[in-house]
């Protein structure tokens, strides 16, 4: 390691941002997100640190870097994902693997454009990402509809909504729409029952442009000339607060050193947790929620009632859940033996 990258590494603030290595020839070869900077590099260079052998040939070549601080971690997701698409750097590509990445379409295409997750890539419409992970996506995009609504993509666009929007006076016998849930909830601008006209939809699908491109500069000056100070610091508040699940990036190494810690022969791909809920020993019962691959597989989680602990004792709770767990995998294991 040069002095140069051992005095950078040691001035790297606790923050979220995007990092890049650069080569002896100042040639970039990666760019990743963290959100805490200086711990997210440092754990390239440490000496326990199980990397894969592209990572391993990374770290090698860096000689320097750069970083770019930013306001939350969505943000750095988001300015990560322009960069790479940007600079192409050959590590990025290097370290993928060969499953889908997930996008984020915006379906400028479409006279009400909609906003969605799509592992596809189609001619029509603009993209964003690619993204890593899907929890990380789906936060993106609840936090962007707090800050700008969107249609939703369930429901159609009422043809009230064509009148209102080509200023045509609604006829008494137009049939009413009900609004859907997320207009009630403030997420979504009423496309479904006439409550927004085209052009100011289309301000709204160009403020998300903004947003998922980086441009928060721009989004900041847009909302605050249009929206006022107070849109302006709903949007910060929101951006500061929000926690990213980046999964991807986070399982890799707590996997890799819970499978150094329990001699493993490889990180495991699935981990299960547990917990127990009591209000002083009465209606207790007992949660298991499970991961694979770094990703929440919900529909395997579970909640047992406990039967045979009385009072509030979460030891033996826990223990008489992880019996029952065991010996459910027991009795499909040997089913499956026998069939």
């Known amino acids: ?8 590494l ?14 002896s020839g100042r040639k970039l070869l990666y760019i990743g997100k963290a959100s805490i900077l200086k711990s997210r590099v440092a754990s390239y260079f440490r000496s326990e640190a199980a990397l894969s052998a592209a990572k391993q040939e990374l770290v090698r070549q860096i000689h320097r870097l ?3 601080e930013t306001t939350s971690e969505i943000e750095a997701l988001l300015l990560e994902a322009s960069l790479i698409k940007q600079y192409h750097p050959p590590f990025n590509v290097l370290m993928r693997d060969d499953k889908s990445y997930v996008y984020i379409k915006v379906s400028t295409e479409e006279e009400w454009p909609r906003v969605l997750a799509t592992r596809k890539l189609d001619k029509a419409g603009t993209y964003f990402g690619p993204f890593t992970s899907s929890n990380a996506v789906r936060e993106t995009l609840r936090v962007l509809r707090k800050i700008i609504p969107y249609r939703c993509n369930s429901r159609p666009i009422a043809s009230r909504v064509w009148q209102l929007a080509s200023g ?7 049939k009413k729409v009900r609004a859907c849930l997320w207009f009630h909830l403030g997420r979504c601008p009423g496309t479904c029952v006439g409550a927004i006209s085209k052009i100011e939809y289309r301000k709204n699908i160009r403020r998300i442009t903004l947003f998922l491109g ?8 847009a909302l605050k000339k249009e929206m006022g100070p107070e849109r302006v610091a709903l949007m910060e508040n929101v951006l500061a607060h929000t926690r990213l699940i ?9 996997a890799v050193a819970l499978a150094r810690v329990l001699h493993l022969s490889k990180p495991p791909e699935r981990i299960e ?6 209000t002083s020993g009465r209606e207790a019962t007992g949660a298991m929620v499970v991961f694979k691959n770094g990703e929440p597989e919900k529909s395997e989680y579970k909640r047992f009632k406990i039967k045979t602990v009385q009072g509030a004792d979460d030891t033996r709770m826990l223990a008489e859940v992880l019996a029952r767990r065991l010996q459910h995998s027991l009795i499909n294991s040997k089913f499956e033996t026998l069939n």
């Open 1 to 8: 390691m040069t002095k140069q990258l051992l005095k950078q």
């Open 10 to 23: 040691q001035q790297l603030p606790a923050t979220p941002g995007v990092y890049q290595f650069y080569d």
């Open 66 to 68: 750069k970083y770019i």
């Open 168 to 174: 045509q006076k609604l006829g008494a016998s137009s």
């Open 214 to 221: 980086g441009k928060m500069d721009m989004l900041r000056r």
């Open 246 to 254: 980046a999964t991807g990036e986070k399982f890799a190494y707590d």
């Open 273 to 278: 947790g547990y917990d127990i809920s009591n």
